[in-house]
């Protein structure tokens, strides 16, 4: 009995050791890994475009068209017969009347005359309005100006009518103080009227005044 369970236990001993190295084998088959094939890399296969160039019609096959076309063009030509002048018996058979046609054979518009011309009217001569009576501005001269001696100038637009009436159109410029005097001074001018042509006519006049101290 005992030499039988020693060769059980040996046998099992070595079933064990066995399938211990069967599972070293695998788990080392796992860690290593699997051997592929090379892969053999080929270039890209080169295209090749092939143009294709018009060619040429042979210069005997452009010179023979040429030569066709020469051909009919003549061949389409028609000979046209010239017209018959006219002689010199059938144009003297014609009859012309020149009177009709004036004097120097030609018609055409009337001959001008300067007497149908129009002009306009000539322009009127203006002759502008004059002052008759000079005035001495220092009959008007401010008192209060005077004695300190203070000068100025007054600018002013006068208006003349058709009678020669003279009123203050306005004032344009003047030194500060001589208003009231140019007014006073407008008040005694008199003037001969203007004239458009041979009648008087309203007009204005620009006048200006200094103020001087003497």
Do not use: C, N
């Not at 306009?120 to 009576?133: H, K, N, S």
């Not at 001018?189 to 203007?194: D, I, K």
């Amino acid at each position: 009995m005992s030499a039988a369970r020693t060769t059980r236990r040996a046998a099992v001993a070595v079933i064990g050791a066995a399938g211990a190295s069967l599972l070293l084998l695998a788990g080392v088959a796992r860690l290593v890994p699997e051997a592929r094939p090379r892969e053999h890399h080929r270039p890209p296969p080169v295209v090749t475009r092939v143009l294709h160039r018009p060619t040429s019609p042979p210069r005997t096959t452009v010179a023979a068209a040429a030569r066709r076309s020469a051909e009919g063009v003549a061949a389409a030509r028609v000979p046209v017969a010239a017209a018959p002048l006219p002689s010199l018996a059938e144009v003297g058979a014609a009859e012309i009347d020149l009177a009709a046609l004036g004097p120097t054979g030609i018609t055409g518009p009337p001959a001008f005359d300067p007497a149908d011309l129009v002009l306009p009217p000539a322009a009127v001569p203006f002759t502008p309005p004059v002052q008759l009576d000079p005035v001495d501005p220092a009959r008007f001269y401010p008192r209060r100006l005077r004695r300190r001696g203070i000068q100025g100038e007054t600018r002013i637009l006068l208006r003349v009518a058709a009678d020669g009436a003279v009123s203050l159109e306005r004032i344009e410029r003047s030194t500060v103080g001589f208003e009231d005097a140019a007014r006073r001074l407008a008040r005694e001018l008199r003037f001969v009227p203007a004239r458009r042509g041979d009648q008087a006519v309203e007009s204005l006049y620009p006048l200006t005044i200094k103020w001087r101290v003497r």
